[in-house]
């Protein structure tokens, strides 16, 4: 009898997604720590939503119609379709409806929370991300607008970015309505392909985007993306109107003079700037890094933005009768902290294990009394946890890097000292148990 041959799961990781290694979320959580002292500063409420929302409710607003599933991961539930969420704004919105009555308008929340995208991923592009936003809910005024603003560039100033490493782009989706009447385009579906055609331009350059615009794009892989089909009198004018440098829509004017009152001097106004997504009703904004990024290769890439944001006064009155403008930003922490660890060292000081060696296992209340003492003085310490003689074991602490071990043997019980080997220098000393925790202080 042949016997059947077992198959063993993957270990790869499907496309699109990473493991994230400690000196990366250490540096995230560093980030995430300044992102909340500034959201608390400015005034802003903390919130957090499921990660599953009814299709129904974010499907509308779906960010990549072309791609399976249109955007989005779903499954269905009973007799209704869930679909993780792809954003924090449409999820907002669902809740601001929910409770509209007892909301304070306007409602000023930041969220932190992982998204996910049925797309094809690219470099720093995944399909699994976490996002911060930041959003007023309830007001026209566009002090809102000019504040998200403000409140991002503090942010990236915060964890060590200068006034020269970034910009914040803006312009208006009423600027864009108004090319639209321009090019004589009133078809919905041909609007939303060309404004997520323009939305790449930053990505991909205007060279591949004006595929897009046109007939369709094949990227590298053979993925072919249909175009909005737009004859090329339309793009030229696009192209030409692209080009322009001042501001003719009043939101955008009566922003920049907002900015004037704070001082904000970190923004330019481009058109290009267009927001792929179709809620947005007026002023739009883009930030993007002015330093150069490299893949994991180590070969520079076009990066493109790490956020943006705009105004959207009609999203929360799909869910009904309510009469709520809103205006926020969304900034992908992940690329984020993907670009920041390229241009600052953080030093974030990585805390690692003192550990005590284990020389007889009959002894483990002797090892457990030095322990004891070690934590008390709130000193990482622990056990060896594995198997083995004390080569192995100092072969543990030098891998997981830890700065010392302590070597509590027979000879060292009978004289009530304990060895403290510092790995680094490779000294050794004699050290009574009760100054233990102030010796392994000097050498942190």
Same mark, same amino acid.
């Given at each position: ?8 799961? %993957? ?7 990473? =493991? ?19 959201? $608390? ?54 809740? !601001? ?47 809102? =607008? ?5 409140? $991002? ?8 970015? =200068? ?8 312009? %208006?989706?009423?600027?864009? @309505? ?23 331009? =930053? ?47 009043? @939101? !955008? ?97 990585? !805390? ?62 009978? %004289? ?24 392994? &202080? &000097?050498?942190?």
């Amino acid at each position: 009898m042949v016997k059947e041959k077992k198959l063993k799961p %993957s270990k790869e990781l499907p496309l699109g997604f990473i =493991d994230r290694q400690e000196q990366e979320l250490l540096t995230r959580d560093f980030i995430i720590s300044n992102i909340k002292e500034v959201m $608390i500063k400015y005034g802003f409420q903390y919130l957090e939503t499921p990660s599953f929302e009814y299709t129904d409710s974010i499907g509308k607003f779906l960010p990549d119609k072309e791609r399976p599933d249109e955007g989005v991961f779903s499954f269905r539930d009973e007799k209704k379709w869930l679909s993780l969420r792809y954003d924090l704004t449409a999820p907002l919105a669902r809740y !601001v409806a929910k409770n509209y009555l007892e909301l304070p308008r306007p409602f000023k929340r930041y969220q932190l929370g992982t998204v996910w995208r049925n797309e094809k991923p690219g470099p720093g592009r995944y399909r699994e991300f976490l996002q911060f936003d930041a959003d007023y809910v309830g007001t026209n005024n566009l002090q809102a =607008d000019a504040e998200l603003c403000v409140l $991002i560039s503090e942010i990236l100033e915060r964890c060590g970015l =200068d006034k020269a490493d970034y910009t914040v782009k803006i312009s %208006s989706r009423k600027f864009t @309505d108004k090319l639209f009447e321009k090019l004589k385009i009133k078809s919905k579906d041909q609007i939303s392909t060309t404004l997520r055609a323009l939305d790449k331009i =930053d990505r991909l350059g205007w060279g591949e985007a004006k595929k897009l615009l046109g007939e369709g794009r094949k990227d590298k892989s053979g993925d072919y993306t249909k175009g909005a089909n737009l004859k090329s009198g339309q793009v030229k004018i696009i192209e030409n109107t692209l080009k322009s440098k001042t501001p003719d829509s009043e @939101d !955008v004017l009566e922003i920049v003079e907002i900015f004037q009152d704070y001082n904000f001097k970190n923004f330019k106004f481009d058109p290009s700037v267009i927001r792929g997504l179709e809620y947005y009703t007026g002023p739009i904004f883009e930030v993007n890094l002015n330093f150069e990024v490299k893949n994991l290769k180590g070969q520079a890439i076009q990066f493109g933005s790490i956020g943006g944001g705009g105004r959207y006064d009609n999203l929360v009155s799909n869910f009904g009768n309510f009469d709520c403008p809103a205006t926020g930003i969304s900034i992908g922490l992940d690329r984020l902290v993907f670009a920041l660890m390229q241009k600052k060292d953080f030093k974030i000081k990585t !805390v690692r294990p003192i550990v005590i060696c284990v020389f007889d296992k009959s002894k483990n209340k002797e090892y457990v009394g030095i322990l004891n003492k070690l934590r008390i003085s709130n000193i990482s310490s622990e056990i060896y946890p594995g198997e083995g003689k004390l080569k192995k074991q100092m072969e543990y602490a030098n891998k997981i890097g830890s700065p010392a071990v302590i070597l509590y043997g027979d000879d060292e019980i009978k %004289s009530g000292k304990a060895t403290l080997k510092n790995l680094e220098t490779g000294n050794e000393s004699s050290v009574k148990i009760e100054d233990l925790a102030n010796e392994i &202080k &000097k050498l942190l």
